[in-house]
């Protein structure tokens, strides 16, 4: 990780990408049935038109969809192990086509927290795979498509090299410290008092020491817990809470920003013995503002140009 603010003299390379079609005429999720999506299952919450969310199989999923019985084939091709794509690939409609999730407020976040665990246990039922993740991608600039509020779900037959090396750098610091690493995170931040932006009885948000991108947010529980799944009501509508607000500051700092966030949580397959002992799920939330460019990309090496404490501030103060 690189912090050069100096290079931000010259001029953030701000990302230019075509605008997404605003208009209901052409959204495929204004008629979800009508354009032959089977709806496995739907949410309702008041206050909303006729429906708050539906979920469907993705039209163009990643991975093929499996059921619990049916493990992906592993096969080899000289030096490389080759998996079957085998999983769950499911999107997350929410109802009305003019409101951003950037817009949703606490009671709306809960419920949509809520969607995402009871999904995400259904579909750890239902599949074979080693991980499940939740994301969200908002705008061309995140690798959307679509102008309508969306979230996705897709289950995998492999860990993600991301997820496990996360994972397992928990681990070794846990074993060579005896002290679990994101606690000691949570413990410098409050003590630092820097980069919190936003924070409840159950969740903090800051703006990590070491933030790869500008304005790069995450959001943790304070109480231990490395399943995600195992989220409570209570947790849910304080989570709500915490990531409405978080939103609330974004945008307003920000100017409505494309952005990416997803949820970071133990495997389905409990291959660690007490990962609760050493890992703690989580969500990032990274605005898309900027481009990287070959040392980046060639080296694994981020450069931000943004202070992650000036950051912090603007949220936090918003």
């Known amino acids: 990780m690189l912090f050069a603010p100096d290079r931000a003299k010259r ?12 208009s209901k005429d052409k959204c495929p999720f204004e008629d979800i049935e009508g354009n032959g999506n089977e709806v496995l299952q739907a949410y309702n919450l008041e206050g909303w038109h006729s429906w708050f969310a539906k979920v469907i199989n993705n039209k163009y999923p990643a991975v093929e969809r499996s059921c ?12 490389f192990r080759i998996h079957e794509a085998r999983g769950v690939h499911e999107v997350i409609v929410f109802g009305d086509h003019d409101k951003l999730m950037l817009e ?13 665990r009871d999904r995400y246990e259904a579909i750890s039922k239902e599949c074979a795979s080693d991980y499940i993740l939740i994301f969200n991608n908002h705008g061309s600039k995140a690798g959307g498509t679509l102008y309508h509020a969306h979230s996705q779900i897709i289950s995998t037959p492999v860990m993600p090299p991301d997820v496990e090396a996360s994972i397992k750098g928990a681990e070794r610091f846990f074993m060579e410290y005896k002290l679990k690493v994101y606690d000691a995170m949570i413990d410098q931040e409050i003590k630092d008092g820097k980069r919190i932006i936003a924070e409840n009885d159950d969740f903090i948000a800051f703006c ?5 991108t ?19 009501e209570g947790n849910i509508t304080n989570l709500g809470a915490v990531v409405s607000e978080v939103f609330r500051k974004m945008d307003k700092v920000l100017k409505r920003p494309d952005f990416n966030f997803f949820i970071h949580t133990s495997p389905l397959h409990r291959r660690w013995e007490k990962p609760e ?8 939330i990274l605005p898309k503002i900027s481009l990287m460019g070959g040392f980046e990309i060639g080296s694994g090496i981020y450069v931000n140009v943004i202070n992650q404490d000036e950051a912090a501030a603007m949220l936090r103060d918003a």
């Open 11 to 22: 001029g953030v390379r701000v990302l230019q990408c075509e605008e997404l079609d605003r």
């Open 68 to 79: 619990a019985n049916e493990e992906a084939e592993i096969k080899k091709h000289g030096p």
């Open 104 to 116: 949703f407020n606490g009671k709306e976040m809960a419920q949509v927290f809520s969607i995402y």
């Open 208 to 212: 990590p020491f070491a933030s790869k």
């Open 214 to 232: 500008p304005y790069e947010m995450r959001v943790f529980p304070k109480e231990d817990g490395a399943h995600f799944e195992d989220l409570n």
């Open 277 to 284: 002992d050493f890992y703690t799920w989580h969500i990032e």
